[in-house]
């Protein structure tokens, strides 16, 4: 409304000079009571009038638009073009590998140490399940933070990642697919990332559990 009262003003000044330099006027004709004008002059003042609003609205329509800002975090993976939320890909991967450990814990027992069992036990109890009896309320952060702490947990998984994870995963969607891809490439970039010199535990697994059906090998399609 600024530019509107600018203009406005100056449609004012532009009357008051036309009025001094008009010197024929009709007394039957008015725009208000103080003031009395011609036709030609009215004509005249109402096209100049057109012209100012005009380009009024012309620079109005001109000015940007300010974009709100948009509310919440910034994606961590803004190309990924299926958008998930992070926690549902780690929900996804932490859950199945849950399972694995407590179906297979004789087996993981024997490739730890000591110090390292007293992270495993709590794992596959009860208070390392995220929910209402956990000292975790969801697969967030702070659940996460709980897991990477553990260097074994990293090689572990890894492991069981490089020998399993591919399998796994095309039970939940079919191989090849996008979603299968934005979910391996996930996994391998944000859980599997650390986990170095894993492979005589893959090779544990790999001779215990003898898989039946292993995929075949894929160039997986990586997302910036």
């Keep these: 409304m600024d530019s509107y009262n600018k203009d406005a003003c100056v449609i004012s000044k532009d009357l008051v000079f036309f009025i001094d330099e008009c010197h024929t006027y009709s007394d039957n004709e008015t725009i208000c009571s103080s003031c009395s004008i011609s036709d030609e002059f ?6 100049e009038m ?14 940007p638009v300010k974009e709100k800002k948009k509310r ?30 407590k ?25 390392g399940k995220p929910g209402k009896d956990s000292g975790f309320l969801s697969y967030g952060k702070n659940y996460k933070s709980f897991l990477f702490r553990e260097k074994s947990f990293h090689k572990i998984f890894k492991a069981w990642f490089m020998e ?13 697919s996008d979603l299968w891809f934005i979910y391996y490439d996930y996994a391998l970039k944000e859980i599997a990332s650390e986990g170095h010199n894993c492979e005589e535990i893959q090779e544990a697994f790999r001779r215990r559990l003898k898989p ?4 075949e090998t894929v160039d997986c399609f990586f997302i910036n």
Excluded at 50 to 63: C, G, H, P, R, T
Excluded at 83 to 93: A, L, Q, S, V
Excluded at 164 to 176: A, D, I
Aim: glycine share 4%; proline share 3%.
């Design 164 to 176: 399993f994870g591919c399998e796994e995963l095309s039970k939940k969607y079919e191989f090849g």
């Design 50 to 63: 057109d012209n100012m609003l005009e380009k009024y609205a012309f620079n109005i329509s001109q000015e």
């Design 72 to 101: 919440g975090r910034k994606p961590l993976r803004p190309n990924d073009p299926i958008r998930k939320k992070t926690e549902i890909k780690d929900k996804y991967w932490l859950r199945a590998f849950r399972n694995f450990v």
């Design 103 to 127: 179906n297979h814990f004789s087996l993981i027992k024997k490739l730890i140490t000591g110090d390292e069992l007293i992270f495993w036990l709590q794992y596959i109890s009860r208070s």
């Design 42 to 47: 009215f004509k005249f003042y109402e096209q």
């Design 212 to 215: 039946q059906e292993h995929c």
